[in-house]
């Protein structure tokens, strides 16, 4: 009971939290303004993070400069992912639920391809290495220096994306594509260039997640797929559409997961994860944290 009430417990959760919201941002983005359902979404995590590793271990260029390599690259990929299979399939007009189908079906294959295409060019042997790991102590709560800075990164940039949206037109003509598509068009709105910013900008926010990652815990071309859960557990939890919700529900599902491993152990992660998603699909599926598709 001791443990449980440490503070080291509640820093982990934290730390974790935060990597879990700015993760799901990127996919509540995608989801939101064009509703594709982004099944590689974990993939993009495992990019940024290779970059990031790549970047200090060839270059000797700390992760935290690496983060914006990562965004671009990310980026970029999500521009030619726009323009090569997303472009036409949005602009068909087809009705939401056969979208969200077709979308699906097209990432898991982008999915396998990039898991694959890593793991020949890169082996699927784990690599990691050490950055910031001296530890500092607050209290009876011990943290190494690399998650301080991930902590400190993911919630900052969080805080960017909200203010972003709240305040810059960009972000508000976002936040109305993501509220009524229809209606932002009418309105003027330019649909087709809001959507590629808020992929850009989805895919980037997942590509420095990974980077922030890559400096706590050990990286592999199969990485992907839990983060891929963990965000949609995120996201259902926040209210599809809702990115302030989706940021909460990510700080909940680390405090979910870091206290319910403290009190099990680690084998019953997964199991955790899953029910919670499970139990928020047929309990409330419209999210404990929102009931329609608003962005606040």
Not at 210 to 226: D, H, K, R, Y
């Amino acid at each position: 009971m001791d443990a449980l009430l440490s503070g080291q417990l509640l820093v982990a959760a934290l730390v974790t939290g935060a990597l879990y919201a700015l993760t799901a941002l990127g996919l509540n983005l995608v989801y939101g303004t064009m509703r594709l359902l982004n099944v590689a979404h974990g993939d993009l995590v495992m990019i940024g993070a290779y970059v990031a590793f790549w970047a200090f271990t060839l270059l000797a260029l700390s992760p935290l400069l690496g983060l914006a390599a990562a965004a671009a690259l990310a980026a970029l990929f999500g521009l030619a992912l726009y323009h090569g299979l997303f472009r036409r399939l949005l602009a068909g007009g087809k009705a939401a639920q056969r979208l969200e189908a077709n979308s699906l079906l097209l990432f898991f294959g982008v999915s396998v391809i990039v898991q694959n295409l890593m793991a020949l060019q890169f082996t699927a042997t784990p690599r990691g290495y050490q950055y910031l790991d001296t530890v500092y102590r607050w209290g009876n709560a011990a943290i190494t220096g690399n998650r301080v800075a991930a902590f400190a990164v993911a919630v900052i940039l969080c805080g960017g994306v909200l203010a972003f949206l709240r305040f810059h037109v960009t972000g508000l003509a976002i936040k109305a594509l993501i509220q009524r598509r229809d209606a932002a068009a009418v309105v003027g709105v330019n649909v087709e260039r809001v959507q590629q910013l808020a992929l850009c900008l989805g895919f980037a926010s997942a590509a420095v997640a990974g980077a922030l990652v890559s400096m706590t815990e050990q990286i592999s071309p199969f990485m992907g797929f839990p983060f891929t859960i963990a965000a949609f557990v995120v996201i259902i939890l926040g209210g599809l559409g809702n990115v302030t919700g989706g940021i909460a529900a990510g700080l909940l599902l680390g405090v979910l997961e870091t206290y319910g491993v403290a009190l099990t152990s680690s084998a019953y992660r997964s199991i955790l994860v899953y029910g919670v998603f499970v139990l928020i699909l047929l309990l409330r599926p419209q999210g404990l944290l929102g009931g329609r598709r608003i962005v606040r």
